[in-house]
């Protein structure tokens, strides 16, 4: 019996056991500090445009820290939402909005030099080839400069579609 398990033991195959150094699994939350490189847009806000009255906006986190939603009302009444998430997988910021009259723009991109741009891809339309830019920046302490950006011509040039300024009520 001893010289059956040991025949049986010379010819079973032999795989050596390695330790192999487990690395920590990835974080499943959104605590990375790229989770937080929007978080300058937080907040309540009465927007202008070219020193006018333009709406009020409400941006708050949401989903643990996760996403940035944006409540948007303009100065006519009309509203609008967007939402907007660092997706770890593809190491971009995303927004979608849509506003109640079933408008919807996404965009993608991320923080450069301290601003958060933003951009559609282009798009053919009966204008050329159109691109959205909307680009996000810290204006002192308290205020928040929105300058959205559009190009008909692949993004070669850029025309301004609205410059807001959102400062705390």
Not at 40 to 55: D, E, Y
Not at 147 to 160: N, Q, Y
């Amino acid at each position: 019996m001893m010289m059956a398990a040991l025949v049986l033991l010379l010819f079973m195959p032999y795989e050596p056991v390695v330790a192999v150094a487990q690395a920590p699994p990835p974080k499943t939350d959104c605590s990375a500090p790229e989770f937080r490189q929007f978080d300058f847009w937080l907040g309540a806000w009465r927007v202008t445009s070219r020193g006018k009255p333009a709406g009020t906006s409400r941006i708050e986190s949401a989903m643990k820290g996760c996403a940035i939603v944006e409540h948007w009302t303009s100065a006519g009444g009309g509203q609008g939402t967007s939402l907007n998430f660092y997706d770890r997988r593809t190491t971009t910021w995303s927004q979608a909005w849509i506003d109640e009259s079933g408008n919807a723009l996404h965009l993608k991109g991320g923080l450069v030099a301290g601003r958060m741009i933003l951009q559609s891809e282009p798009q053919d339309t009966p204008k050329g080839r159109t691109v959205q830019r909307i680009t996000w920046s810290r204006e002192g302490d308290a205020a928040v400069r929105q300058l959205w950006e559009t190009s008909s011509d692949g993004g070669r040039t850029w025309t301004v579609s609205f410059d807001g300024l959102y400062v705390h009520p």
